[in-house]
């Protein structure tokens, strides 16, 4: 099962991502544009930016380690429960919320 020192190692691989916080939690950032966070609220759980398609897609897939709270409703993100979520999976998703949020100049030079 990861935890967020995982959840750093794989995103601070990244080009420009930075550890920072957000509302008071550790969280992820690439040029101070948050794309995760720890989350330490009571449902607790990863929070990844994603598209709406692609969040909505991930909850009617039954899997258990996605999940959303009606504070999400609405929203480009999607709750991980790291307890249930293997490093490969989570690996992607990281990488999708690092380009959903990273300049277009960032993402041609990792691509590249």
């Known amino acids: 099962m990861p935890t967020w020192d995982d959840v750093v190692r794989i995103a601070t691989a990244l080009p420009e991502v930075e550890e920072s916080t957000s509302y008071g939690t550790p969280s992820l950032k690439v040029r101070r544009k948050g ?14 930016r994603c598209p709406m398609e692609e ?20 929203y480009g993100s999607i709750l991980i429960d790291l307890d249930r979520i293997d ?3 989570l690996t992607e998703l990281i990488e ?11 993402i041609r030079k990792f691509d590249a």
Not at 40 to 48: H, I, K
Not at 55 to 74: I, N, Q, R, V, W
Not at 96 to 106: C, E, F, K, M
Request: proline fraction near 6%.
């Open 35 to 48: 794309f995760a966070r720890l989350r330490t609220e009571a449902e607790g759980g990863l929070m990844v």
């Open 55 to 74: 969040k909505e897609a991930l909850l009617a897939s039954g899997d258990p380690a996605f999940y959303t709270t009606p504070h999400y409703d609405g």
């Open 87 to 89: 490093e490969q999976r």
């Open 96 to 106: 999708d919320a690092w380009r959903g949020s990273a300049p277009v100049t960032v």
